[in-house]
């Protein structure tokens, strides 16, 4: 029996756990190590799919599921198979034609398994797949093979702020639009969200919502953030996840995830 024993850590990984010089610190390392060695569970939810977090995967001890594409997929590590997805529906196509007609400026990343499509390749979707060492096949919409686990509109923020309300205004009942950083607006289906991931992988490990902890620094965190029993986020984090009263720890360049598991270590 260790002191952490059915408690569940949560993290966002680019600029929380990976930091801004793309490692994951030892200090991050040896701390979830501890917690794993007390009996505790540590996993990551972010918004890249599988096909650009699996090279990532091996990076930091991860000891339970791992939430993908903001809340569409739950995929085990340990045993390399996907456990659920939540895929955007039939209209997406259409529904995202639609925008792209009002704003042809918008680039539109979709992810149809290990694939990656993009429709109106722009600078920011060139910086987005190179950042990733991504392949990609240029196609249109309504030629890319379904399903699509999630959609990631790309432009300056002015215009994915009208993307964001051309979809919502239409269509917020088939999906979540949220942003990941000020050029990535990310679309998924309705109730597919970090948050909602979060709480499946703490009933499927046991874990009490009053020992589930999630930490994230964008507006894709948020729902888990409400989920968690401590919100934590890094000190780098957005205004918008700010504005919520989140306990503000070190930032992702100073070991974000250690401090969290002192405070814990605190707590239990």
């Not at 902890?213 to 984090?237: H, K, R, T, W």
Request: hydrophobic share 45%; proline share 5%; aromatic share 8%.
């Amino acid at each position: 029996m260790g002191k952490f024993d059915h408690v569940l850590l949560v993290s966002d990984f680019d600029d929380t756990l990976f930091n801004s010089r793309r490692e994951v610190s030892a200090e991050n390392i040896a701390a979830i190590e501890y917690l794993i060695r007390e009996g505790g569970y540590f996993t990551v939810a972010t918004g890249r799919a599988h096909r650009t977090f699996s090279p990532c995967a091996g990076l930091a001890p991860i000891n339970a599921p791992v939430v993908l594409a903001n809340g569409a997929m739950l995929y085990d590590y340990t045993a390399d198979r996907e456990l659920l997805l939540v895929p955007l529906p039939p209209e997406t196509a259409h529904d995202l034609g639609e925008m792209s007609q009002a704003l042809p400026e918008v680039g539109i990343e979709v992810y149809h398994g290990d694939k990656v499509y993009i429709q109106n390749p722009n600078e920011y979707t060139a910086r987005h797949v190179a950042k990733l060492q991504a392949d990609w096949t240029r196609r249109p919409l309504a030629a890319m093979p379904r399903p699509w686990s999630k959609a990631v509109l790309q432009a300056d923020r002015t215009v994915l702020e009208r993307a964001q309300k051309f979809l919502i205004d239409r269509w917020s009942f088939r999906y979540e639009v949220i942003f990941s950083n000020d050029v990535l607006l990310e679309c998924t289906a309705k109730s597919a969200t970090k948050g909602g991931m979060a709480l499946r992988v703490a009933e499927r490990l046991g874990v009490a919502r009053k020992d589930l902890y999630c930490v994230g620094d964008n507006q894709n965190d948020l729902s888990m953030l409400e989920v968690s029993a401590i919100p934590f986020a890094p000190a780098n984090c957005a205004d918008a996840v700010r504005a919520t009263n989140p306990r503000i720890v070190r930032d992702c360049d100073e070991h974000a995830i250690a401090h969290i598991v002192e405070i814990l270590d605190g707590l239990y």
